[in-house]
């Protein structure tokens, strides 16, 4: 349960594809697909669309600020097997790169 995690609550959004995972933020947008220098990110966007696919196959996890549970975020990440999270508010303005998070998709939390 999110009252038993010791960090604190950065974002919610609606659980997409279920899981747990902790990594480093990797901000993308349509202008800016460049990979992270860490291998193991957490995908952070506004939304996805097939030009952010190879991003999505090397991500731990997502975290996308648009979208809902039949988003183009939310069917990739339950292929992938990876947790997501969609609809988490202005998530790209909170979080930031290269920062060390938790992403509790099961209960739509990311914790830092």
Known sequence: MAENNPHSVLARGACASRGR????????????LGFPSENDFILVCKQTNPAYSTLLMRS???IAEIGGIVSHAAIIARELEI???????NATQILKEGQKIVLDATNGVVYG
């Open 60 to 62: 731990k996890g997502v």
């Open 83 to 89: 947790p997501c999270i969609v609809g988490a508010e």
């Open 21 to 32: 995972v902790e990594g480093i933020i990797h901000i993308a947008s349509d202008d800016n």
